[in-house]
């Protein structure tokens, strides 16, 4: 695969026909503001083609013109295959008999909690966080505990342990929702890290879920620690999620892999999973995501250095173009969380100013909970071309905000 793969701008308006929630939801989600001429830079997909080899399977499942039930057995098929990349890729010797399918790891998140906590119980989240963790545990009437990220002055998150002893150890306190690597604040969690964590929530019987959605996109120097590779004693206290969503851009086809190495918690999920009545398997999920999972690792070799050339770029003019803006290099994911304190803005200005002035789309950061006001979070999993057009416009608004001054 040649990285010029990812240069072609495609065309995701309402009038190509591609329904893209990125650009069509905008609507909704910056009502109120004047949208004319704004990039879409918020929902995290990429602007990408998935790989060919996906297309093609994908085109010839429809050319059958025949749609009706799936069978489980292509789930089954796409978890032997996601056992295949985790095994390849992470290094955990999965069996593919652990593996739960099911569309999206949100209800999977949300599966999790309803089957394993109790109305009222705590659920330890670590915010600035993906926010559906926190309005999982909120929509299914179970408490958020926040163990709140660490920022030291140049950027770098780390966890808080003391606070997650204290948490871990309230009775009522029975999951931890863990986003390893962590969106957005782009850390890759090191062995050590991960292993602490572990301890203290066996040590405690708090259940971890770990979000590994993003576990393929990680930057030159950092390694993805997958949290079963951590040691045999915690594996009957995990339950760990995998998704080619991202990885090959096919979110929109719907298909995870669940792995959880202890039978009762993964007949529990399992049962939940079924009793939450889910829309049936899209035959084109688990499809593309065998394929995907099976041969198209080039495709994301190819693709993590255009986006650290993206991360890069934007890194760089930052730090000479745009005083008051500070952003540290994420180590995973293709976002980057912009810190726009600086400005002398309010939280709100500050996300008004990306939408009126630079013309940008953006998740704010207090969507991400406690932690993240005054921050943005940015997806440069686009051509380089339409990146280096936003970060001109941005570029003009911070320069207009200077000679206003
Ligand atoms: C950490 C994390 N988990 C889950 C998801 C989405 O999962 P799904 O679409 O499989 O429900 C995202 C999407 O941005 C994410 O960032």
Request: hydrophobic share 40%; aromatic share 10%; net charge negative.
């Amino acid at each position: 695969m040649d990285s010029s793969y990812f240069d072609l701008v495609i065309d995701r308006s309402l009038e190509s026909g591609s329904y893209s929630h990125k650009y069509l939801s905008m609507v909704d989600r910056y009502a109120g503001y004047d949208l004319d001429g704004v990039i879409p830079m918020w929902v995290a997909d990429m602007d990408f083609r998935c790989p060919p080899e996906v297309i093609d399977a994908v085109r010839e499942r429809a050319a059958h013109g025949l749609y009706g039930y799936t069978g489980s057995t292509l789930n089954n098929v796409f978890l032997k295959a996601a056992a295949g990349w985790v095994q390849r890729r992470y290094g955990w010797a999965v069996d593919p008999g652990w593996g739960v399918y099911i569309p999206g790891i949100v209800p999977a998140i949300n599966a999790a909690i309803q089957e394993f906590t109790e109305p009222g119980d705590g659920v330890i989240i670590q915010s600035p966080v993906y926010y559906p963790f926190t309005d999982g545990t909120v929509n299914n009437g179970r408490t958020p505990r926040h163990n709140i990220l660490k920022e030291d002055e140049n950027g770098y998150y780390t966890m808080d342990f003391e606070g997650l002893e204290q948490l871990a150890k309230e009775p009522r306190t029975k999951l931890l929702v863990l986003c390893n690597p962590h969106n957005p604040v782009g850390r890759v969690w090191t062995r050590e890290e991960l292993t602490r964590l572990m301890d203290i929530c066996l040590e405690n019987q708090v259940l971890v879920f770990s979000d590994e959605i993003h576990a393929d996109l990680i930057m030159s120097g950092h390694t993805h620690i997958a949290a079963g590779t951590l040691g045999e004693k915690y594996l009957h206290n995990l339950i760990a999620a995998y998704a080619p969503s991202k990885t090959f851009n096919i979110a929109g086809l719907g298909a995870s892999a669940i792995f959880v190495p202890d039978p009762e918690i993964r007949q529990r999920l399992q049962k939940r999973i079924g009793a939450n009545r889910l829309p049936p398997s899209n035959v084109f999920g688990p499809l593309a995501g065998e394929v995907a999972y099976r041969c198209c690792d080039s495709y994301v070799d190819t693709l993590v250095p255009y986006l650290e050339k993206n991360i890069d770029y934007v890194d760089q003019f930052i730090k000479e173009q745009l005083p008051g803006i500070k952003m540290r290099k994420p180590e995973g994911t293709y976002m980057v969380w912009i810190d726009l304190r600086g400005l002398g803005m309010t939280p709100q200005q500050a996300n008004d100013f990306m939408i009126e002035q630079a013309k940008i789309a953006v998740d704010f950061g207090t969507w991400f909970g406690v932690g993240g006001d005054g921050f943005v979070r940015m997806n440069l999993a686009s051509p380089f071309s339409l990146v280096e057009k936003a970060m001109g416009q941005l570029k003009s608004a911070v320069d207009s905000l200077r000679s206003e001054a």
